[in-house]
């Protein structure tokens, strides 16, 4: 199978070296980058150089930020070449139309490494979905945030000398907004949480950043057995759905707590399966490589069904409801409430939600 | 989809209730149980209504203990029926015979629901091992042990008062020897670790059992920020590999030490995937009915093809090296050498990996 490559940053360039390491019958005949390599003579900075070559069957994609991403994939996606990305920035500006745009032509999307990194987390959702009723989503889906909270915990110290070792590690980005802003987690909840209730979730649901986490608080919930992960929730009952993205509080002896540095882990809960865990690495250049391998694996031997949404899906905040730790004390409320005054104070908040902080005895 | 299933025990009760209750076009036509009930004419004591209708496309198989289940299994295979099994004791007695025959016979053969429960194990390791190679697999795959460690340590109890427990709410056998010693584990790490590894294990490889576990030794490990949970432990390079049963020594911090109650978590090693956890119910009659579900689901799709173990595996126990941790103090030492020394002075050993156990900063 003869594919095309869209970006050489690290996830790229690491598909291209794993696809010629590994005889899986799968051949990068063309690289889309902006600076011509004249050593490659796969290398096009031409779109129309891809989506006119027949030989193509299929594209992975592999750039940062929305666009030009998302013109790109549904350009590919008409020009009928299926479709393997890693940008969740894109899939998640407009889910709902590339979904409908792959079901339209017939041509195969899918997604795997844009959230979760290598985890089989988008696979694991399709596969329970099939069979059982999920009523839950929750998880830690950033490796920087995770990071970052880690070493705070561990060394105690303060979030600017925490993200200053990610940056300085490759583990934050100079800019490190999207991330820690909850930017990030927002695209992969609105991703997962679309496919597990089998439609779309709204765009503006509540998101809370961690930026505002300090030492002192990680020292005061520590004194109560807890600490701080920064994660997606999300509730559903019937056709009704909540999804947040904060701070959470956590207890020390839960799994999330004990996801250390970069590594994500993430949950899903059916009526029948009970919960579900899934950890790995959740970015990094060969783990997200590989998570486009495996789905590049399932476009060669066309193992894959088109994802059609059909449930139309009421949002409904009163179905998370928990404890809010701020500066000033706790406060029971709505997630989204609590998120809310968080923004208006302009003070950190991190959110409790009992049910899963319950001792398991 | 017609097809039958073998015992009707908690797990096939739970299977023939799911398929009634939902709509996944799979019809349990009939019903294979010793004892036959007058108001369900699908019952039958006799295995040759099953294989002589040809209505039957698939079996599902939910009986317990190794025969008469290994014998039926191959039976069914050679009526031409597929098949998808529960029966970790059935399928580990002979893997390399049956899985040899489904392939002769080109019969479907699923075993999802045999090791870790509802957890998508046996898929996940499938799906990596297509395009990763898998260095390394360890796990909790044993509910029953896993509980009883966990109410030992939380409650500072004796082993013989946490089994009582286990087996007045059901988590434990009247005759816990299978679990407790090590059976069931080691049946379901000869079925995972030959697919892992793409080639059939030895079937001699070392168990200890984990019934001399005293509240002693969870004092003095936890006095270390250590604790036990009873594992597989699996290590490979190339073509050697090796493979063990044994409780281990593991830091409180760690994923395992906060897997709680009967939950089973496994993980896989490879080498670009890295490390991926799995963590879920890994016993009870709809969850394990569930991974059922999803296999004939499978089944009714055409969705697989037949594992075929090409490799020529030498086991070589110098690939799993640590610290065996006996009442008399602390030895360095192969676990294949640890477990005989404690046989030999018929005492507890825990096995401390050092690796897994290293601080991740």
């Given amino acids: 199978m003869k594919i095309a490559l869209l970006g050489y940053g690290t996830v790229g360039r690491s598909l291209d070296e794993l696809l010629k390491r590994r005889d899986l019958n799968i051949e990068v005949k063309r690289i889309l ?34 666009e030009p991403a998302d013109s790109y994939l549904k350009m590919i996606m008409e020009s009928g070449k299926h479709v393997v990305s890693a940008n969740k920035a894109a899939i998640a ?37 099939e069979t059982d009723e999920i009523v839950s989503l929750k998880g830690i889906l950033n490796g920087t945030c995770n990071f970052i909270i ?14 200053r070792t990610a940056q300085s590690l490759g583990y934050a980005e100079a800019d490190p907004t ?22 779309f979730v709204k765009k ?13 608080m990680l020292k005061e919930l520590e004194a109560e057995g807890k600490t701080v992960r920064f994660m997606m929730l999300s509730e559903r009952s019937g056709d009704r759905y909540a999804v947040g993205v904060a701070p959470m509080v956590v207890r020390k ?29 959740g970015s990094g250049g060969y783990p997200t490589a590989d998570a ?37 004390g706790k406060k029971r409320g709505l997630l989204s409430e609590l998120i809310v005054e968080a923004r208006k104070k302009d003070v950190f908040m991190a959110f409790e939600h009992e049910e899963d902080n319950e001792v398991n005895a």
């Fill in 204 to 216: 503006d649901f509540p998101v809370l950043g961690m930026e505002k986490l300090t030492r002192d």
């Fill in 292 to 328: 486009m391998v495996r789905d590049l694996v399932r476009v060669r031997d066309k193992k894959t069904e088109p994802d059609i949404l059909e449930k139309k899906l009421v949002y409904d905040d009163s179905l998370i409801e928990g404890v809010g730790y701020f500066p000033f």
């Fill in 33 to 66: 980058r902006r600076n011509k390599d004249p050593k490659d003579s796969r290398v096009t900075d031409s779109i129309d150089d891809i989506l006119q070559d027949e030989e193509i069957v299929c594209v992975a994609e592999a750039l940062s930020g929305r």
């Fill in 178 to 199: 999207a991330d820690i802003g909850g930017h990030d987690t927002y695209n992969k909840a609105l991703i997962s949480c679309s496919l597990a209730y089998n439609g």
């Fill in 253 to 281: 002896d839960s799994i999330e707590a004990n996801v250390r540095q970069n590594f994500n882990c993430a949950s899903l809960t059916g009526v029948t399966v009970g919960e579900l865990k899934f950890y790995g690495q």
């Fill in 150 to 163: 880690d070493k705070m915990e561990r060394e105690g110290i303060e979030f600017e000398d925490a993200l």
């Fill in 93 to 129: 500006s407009d889910f709902e139309g590339l979904l409908k745009l792959a079901g339209k032509m017939g041509t195969t999307f899918l997604f795997e490494a844009s959230s979760g990194g290598t985890i089989p987390w988008i696979e694991n959702i399709k596969e329970i979905r």
